[in-house]
């Protein structure tokens, strides 16, 4: 029986991806060998990563926004009572506005971006497993707020109001898939309205085969999809 600390932690970690008990159980006897002082920076660095994380309010990327400025500033209620904060992407006018790539995970535009190969706007589901197709769920994978990009209601202030390609760039997996098939229904209608020629919606082409998550791919073979997407 282990003392009930260690326990603790132990359980901390088994809820990682990929982390089994006895993984788990070898991290933590790893740590307690640690000074004080590494453990107390750990410590501090994990609880940061609640206080200075935000999500970018128009693609839900996250951002570190320690010293950052906030709109409406911090203190000031905002629309919805909170204040936003837009992330490097989205705030530079250097990145082509009328396109917008969607991804599961924030990872997945590290990925993206070292491929060079793509100047547009993200926009972040975090996550890829569509449960059902409720309310709850299209709000938890941040679907209501792609739309609202794409077709800004009335008196919307971050509205990219002319895109010309939604490019989905999610994983070839099951989930993904169906995801993928859902979100291009989901968008298809909206298309017509905004733009008279339609907004272009792609996927990742040949490179990504079946089963294969955008994590895993090397910087050539992502490229190769990018450009090879249909
Ligand atoms: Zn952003």
Not at 89 to 107: A, G, Q
């Amino acid at each position: 029986m282990l003392p009930k600390s260690i326990q603790n932690l132990i359980n901390h970690f088994t809820k990682l991806p990929s982390v089994g008990p006895r993984q788990a159980a070898r991290f933590v006897f790893y740590l307690i060998k640690q000074p004080k002082k590494d453990l107390e920076e750990f410590a501090k660095t994990l609880f940061g990563i609640t206080k200075n994380l935000k999500k970018c309010s128009s693609c839900f990327k996250a951002i570190d926004v320690e010293g950052l400025p906030a709109n409406p500033p911090a203190g000031v209620a905002g629309r919805h009572g909170s204040v936003s904060y837009v992330c490097d992407i989205c705030k530079n006018p250097k990145r082509d506005k009328s396109f917008i790539c969607i991804v599961e995970k924030d990872t997945d535009i590290e990925s993206i971006e070292k491929t060079g190969r793509y100047n547009g706007l993200y926009h972040v589901l975090g996550g890829n497993e569509i449960k059902d197709f409720s309310e709850k769920n299209l709000r938890e994978l941040h679907l209501k707020e792609l739309i609202e990009r794409i077709q800004p209601p009335a008196g919307h202030p971050q509205g990219e109001k002319k895109i010309k390609e939604i490019i989905i760039a999610i994983s070839a997996t099951t989930d993904g898939d169906t995801l993928a098939l859902y979100i291009s229904r989901l968008l298809k209608p909206l298309s017509l309205p905004v733009n008279k020629q339609g907004i272009k919606i792609t996927r990742l082409g040949r490179g990504l085969s079946t089963g294969s998550e955008l994590e895993y791919m090397d910087e050539e073979t992502l490229s190769q999809a990018l450009l090879g997407r249909k």
